[in-house]
């Protein structure tokens, strides 16, 4: 039987040197996700408790966005803290009074409750395994989580009828605009006492999100992407699961009109321009859509290193491979971010932040 997992390859152009993360992000920025719009020229952040966790309130220019932050109890200096976006946001985790974001559009999964765009009560505390904050917190992390709908409608039609598109301009795409949220995330963790180190997380497209926001901002210190696929770390030379024919046809809010990659460029290179800082790949052996084999080669090809066991070898024996600041992990099972994925990623970061 054949394995769909592993399909034509093209092989991938080595990253060279002159490819450093400006020219790669200004490359990215040309052909793929559009640029993100410039910082604003502040934020302000107001802090009120919120059950076990406290809710900030970030006013940007006008306009006012909510997260959560967790941070735990004990804590000796400053928490290293990630942040994220999330399909539903903080009222996905259990045990917050959190209110709902009654505007926020989002494409919610089955799994968590979704039916229609809109946030709702029967999704309260739907994705604790999606957000383990006890193990985030043991392994010495904080997390920081607000709801992507809030920031950016995930709908083709509506994504540019509130939140930041209307306040930026027409000229961002939608996971740039996702991205520009990520790092007002890092703006408001770096504006907080008692916080320090920021790792962007996502899953999917959010994993895209983060993967376009760490290698454009310096700030941020690792990222865990999840599942993140095509326009994430599956690049286009592996010829499985979504293209980015498919992605545009369907969300064609999320990147550039009319994206595409020149020869030579590849997600390899995005991957390669968050480098030194650590980068966690995870995928699921049966979310074939995502491409896990190809995610797994781009990020050999972006190490630069040698001596990662062959995809082979990476598909039979799964679980955690690491070379340098670079990471893996293979599980078993769907297209999801589960507590396993959180155990692989924080076995890497809980070590390097501590
Ligand atoms: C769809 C889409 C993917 C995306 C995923 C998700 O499957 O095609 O590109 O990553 O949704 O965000 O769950």
């Not at 400006?22 to 052909?31: I, M, P, W, Y």
Request: glycine share 14%; hydrophobic share 45%; charged share 20%.
């Amino acid at each position: 039987m054949t394995n769909t997992a592993f399909g034509p390859w093209r092989g991938l152009a080595p990253v060279r040197a002159d490819q450093g993360p400006q020219e790669v992000c200004d490359a990215f920025a040309r052909h793929l996700y559009g640029p993100v719009p410039p910082a604003p020229r502040g934020i302000s952040i107001e802090r009120e408790p919120c059950g076990p966790a406290e809710r900030l309130t970030l006013g940007i220019g006008g306009a006012t966005f909510d997260a959560l932050l967790w941070l735990p109890d004990r804590r000796r200096g400053p928490v290293p803290v990630i942040a994220a976006l999330d399909f539903l946001g903080p009222l996905g985790v259990p045990g917050v009074p959190y209110p709902i974001d009654e505007g926020a559009i989002i494409c919610a999964p089955q799994a968590l409750g979704g039916e229609g765009q809109r946030l709702a009560e029967r999704m309260r505390g739907r994705s604790p395994g999606r957000w383990p904050i006890e193990a985030i917190h043991e392994a010495g992390f904080g997390l920081l989580l607000s709801c992507y709908g809030s920031w950016v409608p995930d709908d083709p039609d509506a994504w540019q009828s509130r939140g930041l598109a209307p306040r930026l301009g027409s000229g961002y795409a939608a996971i740039s605009l996702w991205a520009w949220a990520l790092m007002r995330l890092v703006d408001a963790a770096e504006g907080l006492e008692g916080v320090g180190d920021v790792v962007l997380a996502g899953h999917s497209r959010l994993g895209k999100a983060a993967l376009w926001a760490g290698a454009n901002d310096p700030r941020v210190a690792g990222v865990f992407a999840n599942a993140s696929g095509c326009a994430g770390a599956a690049p286009e030379a592996h010829l499985v699961g979504e293209t980015l024919a498919d992605l545009t046809r369907r969300y064609p809010h999320w990147l550039r009109m009319g994206a595409g990659l020149p020869e030579g460029l590849d997600q390899h290179h995005l991957l390669a321009a968050i480098a030194p800082r650590l980068l966690v790949v995870t995928g699921a052996r049966d979310d074939i859509w995502a491409d896990p084999v190809g995610s797994y080669r781009a990020l050999c090809a972006a190490s630069g290193v040698n001596g990662w066991p062959d995809p082979a070898r990476m598909w039979s024996e799964g679980g955690v491979v690491r070379r340098g600041a670079m990471c893996h992990a293979l599980r078993d099972g769907e297209h999801d971010l589960t507590p396993q994925d959180w155990s692989a990623a924080l076995s890497v970061l809980g070590g390097a932040f501590s």
